[in-house]
């Protein structure tokens, strides 16, 4: 029988990121993006019952059966930390690990840019972190929030689903609350966290449109509210905020959200060539009165030309995220290359090597 701890401490020993268990298969772990074979045998439905069944005990196990889906967070005896997605596929139990490091890491560590520090500085409103799934966010919002924990005396409610890392109480005093164990829904535990004299709220995601209202609420009553969504640039992301609403109701919350929403940081991770490891590369949204009224009148499509035109005061493009990553010698030309917006003048743009730009700047 196979031992979900032995395989889940194999992991930590590789420093992968991610671990995938599927029947018929051997583990997989996931590292710097590419899948790597565990030496272990092949699972069958039993291990994979068996390893569900050990994390999460009886009375969940019958709950997965019903739902099919299951979401929690496991440790291993290191002291690290999983956060755990079982599904079914194909009829039979499938495990999915993502590995939450034992350090937050700093703002400064995830090199995302000074402006990020500024924005915990907020005392309201909306500050979004979005990107696809593995892009970083969950760890961007931790190193916010440590920054606040770090330097404030405030109080802080986390809404997460489910909890992934631990802040501990430095200057703030925090309360994390787990969806499905510590509250019904995010859209129960937003109510509520009204009512608990937070200073500043983490919603781990705006999923659905009473979560998503919740949470404009929240801002709109004078808290500080941080939160993620699963899109890759800031216009995509108002746009999807709007789209969740009913057509009757868009231009209410077109009100609402430029009068709430601070900022959004867009983020996706780059394997680095200076050092094993990801970097994040990011666009940043800073809600101006000209974005403001840009979201307001429904002329999102403006909002990329405000970003580009306003990096003095800390805006950037995801290109300009990514040229600025390559000039410091963390990123390979090619991939700098062929993820930008525009390959071809992304190409006439760089050097042929960081270094060399480096060296003609000095």
């Known amino acids: 029988m196979l031992n979900i701890q032995e395989i889940l401490a194999r992991s930590i020993e590789l420093e992968a990121s991610d671990v995938h268990i599927n029947v018929g298969m051997v583990p ?14 092949e699972v069958t439905n039993e291990d994979a019952r068996q390893m569900l069944i050990s994390m999460v ?76 799934t593995g892009s970083g966010k969950s760890t961007s919002l931790a190193s916010m929030i440590n920054v606040i924990n770090s330097k404030c005396r405030k109080r802080i409610i986390t809404l997460e689903d489910p909890v992934e890392y631990a802040l501990s109480n430095e200057k703030c005093m925090i309360e994390q609350r787990e969806i499905g164990s510590d ?117 999102i499509y403006e909002i990329p030309n405000i970003i580009e035109t306003s990096r003095r005061i800390g805006m950037q493009s995801m290109d300009h995220s990514i040229e600025d990553m390559f000039l410091k010698g963390f990123l390979s030309r090619d991939e700098a290359v062929m993820r930008s917006s525009n390959p071809g003048k992304m190409d006439k743009k760089l050097p042929a090597h960081a270094e060399a730009a480096a060296v003609s700047a000095g």
Not at 94 to 116: C, G, K, M, Q
Not at 275 to 281: A, S, Y
């Open 57 to 132: 005990g009886s009375e969940k196990f019958k709950q997965f059966e019903e739902k099919k889906d299951l979401d929690f967070s496991t440790m291993i005896n290191e002291g690290y930390r999983f956060r755990v997605n079982a599904h079914y596929q194909r009829g039979t139990i499938a495990l999915s690990f993502r590995v939450i490091s034992n350090v937050i890491p700093s703002i400064d560590d995830l090199h995302l840019p000074e402006i990020v520090k500024e924005l915990t500085e907020l005392p309201r409103g909306v500050v979004l972190v979005t990107g696809h």
């Open 28 to 41: 997989m772990a996931r590292k710097n993006t590419d899948l790597l074979e565990l030496d272990y045998n």
């Open 183 to 299: 509250c019904t829904n995010f859209a129960s535990g937003l109510r509520h966290a009204l009512r608990q004299d937070p200073d500043i709220i983490m919603v781990g995601e705006m999923r659905d449109l009473e979560t998503t209202s919740s949470t404009i609420t929240a801002a709109e009553t004078g808290h500080l509210v941080f939160s993620t969504l699963h899109t890759i640039n800031a216009p995509q992301t108002i746009e999807r905020i709007i789209d969740v609403y009913p057509a009757a109701q868009q231009n209410q919350i077109r009100a609402m959200l430029a009068n709430t929403l601070q900022a959004v940081i867009s983020q996706t991770l780059f394997p680095r060539i200076d050092q094993p490891g990801m970097v994040p590369c990011c666009e940043i949204l800073l809600c101006t009165s000209a974005v403001r009224n840009c979201v307001r009148e429904n002329r």
